[in-house]
Every structure is written in structure tokens, then in C-alpha cells.
């Protein structure tokens, strides 16, 4: 029997949200400001790691791409549009069908699947798992699934909120209490801080090589930094 890291519960959770998953100012609304930074984070690692043009509109041209825990597709869009041949899995149904039907309407060729990591074949030159990791039921298992996916001199990028007090009065207390995301969509004891995660990666196989800040101002918004306290991406390879 595989093992899986999926915990149904938090499947249940995030399946409630995909009737309105691309509003922007619907109960993913956190994730729609999400998104831009995160993309300009993979932009920039890509252009960097296959020493591609920064001014070309199609860099993954050529290259297959997965992403985990892809939801509605607010990040499996984007990679499309760069030019990756697109697998995007999630384990809510619903999230797939949403995501299915708007990629259709804008006219992408992802490949959308209702699985999780361990149970797809092949490998990948581009896998993004964004703020997928502190809902597994198995952080390191996960972890070792997305490297044995992972193609030679391919990358990985993550991200996840850290384990510090600063993201716990942010991600749970106050964004959870006033709307700005569901209640119940984190669990403290899941956050991992950048630390562990390096060492988890080490012992999955994998070199990380770069750990960015996400935080937040009232002038900037949400915004890649130096301050790791709130919420952190990660690139590894093999």
C-alpha cells in the first residue's frame, strides 16, 4: 500500500472553497495576493537556474511542470501561460472540476487530476507545492515523494508559514478571526520554520538553495523579504 501524506480533513476543508476560488475578493482573496509575489519568486529562479531570457514570454518552453496542491489553478495557470507542459493535482474533486472548467474558458492545456504526489508516474523539470506542506499528515514522506519526481537539475519551490509567534498572530489569530482567510485552515503545530524544513530536505535527498521571505506592510503589502517570520519560499533541487 503507498503512503500518503493526504489528510482527508483538510482535503474537506479546502473543497468547500472552490465555488468562488477565482474571486478575488471571495474567501481565496488571501491567495489572489499570494500569487503575484510567489510568481514573480518562480520567474526569477527559473530565469536563474536554466539561465533563460528574462524578457521571453514562454521561458518553460519545453519543460513539464507539476504542481501540488494546485487548488482552482491560481498558480498552474501562470506556468501554462510561461510555456510548461502543466500536471496539476489536488485531492478535492471539487477543486479540480473548478479548475478544469476555468482553464478551459481562458483556453490552457493543463493536465488537472484529482491524486496525490505519490501516486503519479514520471518526472518533472518544474514542482511547486505553495502553502501545501503544513496541511500534510507527513511532512518528511511528502517531501521525500516530491524528490523522487523531481527531474536531474530540476527545481522545487515551496512555500509555508513559519513556526513563530509573529505568523501565529497573522495566519490564525487575526486573519482567521477577522475573514481574511476561513476559519480552520491552519494548525500551528503544522508550521514549520525554515530550519527544520533544510534539514527535512537534506534528509528527502534534496540542497536547498535559496529560503525568501513573504511578509507584510500596511505600505507594501504582501511583498518577498529578508524577514522570514511570517511566511517563507524555498527552492531545493537534487
Known amino acids: 500500500m503507498v503512503e500518503t501524506s493526504v489528510v482527508q480533513e483538510e482535503v474537506e476543508q479546502f473543497a468547500k472553497l472552490a465555488g468562488d476560488w477565482w474571486d478575488p475578493r471571495g474567501a481565496s ?38 504542481d501540488v496542491g494546485c487548488g482552482a489553478g491560481l498558480l498552474a495557470e501562470p506556468l ?24 478551459a474558458g481562458q483556453g490552457l492545456p ?5 491524486a496525490a504526489v505519490e501516486t ?39 512555500s509555508t508559514p513559519n ?26 503545530e503544522k508550521f514549520l520554520a525554515p530550519e527544520r524544513m533544510k534539514q527535512l530536505m537534506a534528509d528527502a535527498g534534496l540542497q536547498c538553495l535559496d529560503v525568501e521571505g513573504l511578509a507584510f506592510s500596511p505600505t507594501r503589502g504582501l511583498h518577498l523579504s529578508e524577514d522570514l517570520r511570517l511566511n517563507y519560499l524555498v527552492v531545493a533541487t537534487r
Do not use: C
Not at 489572489?32 to 521561458?59: M, T
Not at 510555456?83 to 478535492?92: E, L, N
Open 163 to 188: 513556526a513563530t509567534a509573529w505568523s501565529r498572530l497573522i495566519t490564525i489569530t487575526l486573519a482567521e478571526s477577522f475573514g481574511a482567510i476561513p476559519k480552520g485552515t491552519h494548525e500551528f
Open 120 to 158: 503519479i508516474d514520471g518526472t518533472f523539470d518544474l514542482i511547486t507545492a505553495m502553502e501545501v506542506i503544513e496541511h500534510t499528515a507527513d511532512p518528511q514522506q511528502f517531501l521525500k515523494d516530491l524528490a523522487n519526481r523531481l527531474a536531474p537539475n530540476g527545481l522545487l519551490i515551496l
Open 110 to 114: 493543463i493536465d488537472y487530476r484529482v
Open 29 to 66: 482573496a488571501m491567495l489572489h495576493k499570494l500569487n503575484p509575489v510567489r510568481l514573480a519568486y518562480v520567474r526569477d529562479w527559473i530565469d536563474q537556474h536554466w539561465a533563460l531570457d528574462e524578457h521571453s514570454r514562454r521561458p518553460l518552453e519545453g519543460k513539464s511542470a507539476l
Open 80 to 103: 501554462a501561460r510561461l510555456g510548461a507542459a502543466v500536471i496539476a493535482i489536488d485531492p478535492a474533486e471539487e477543486l479540480i472540476a473548478a479548475a478544469r472548467d476555468h482553464a
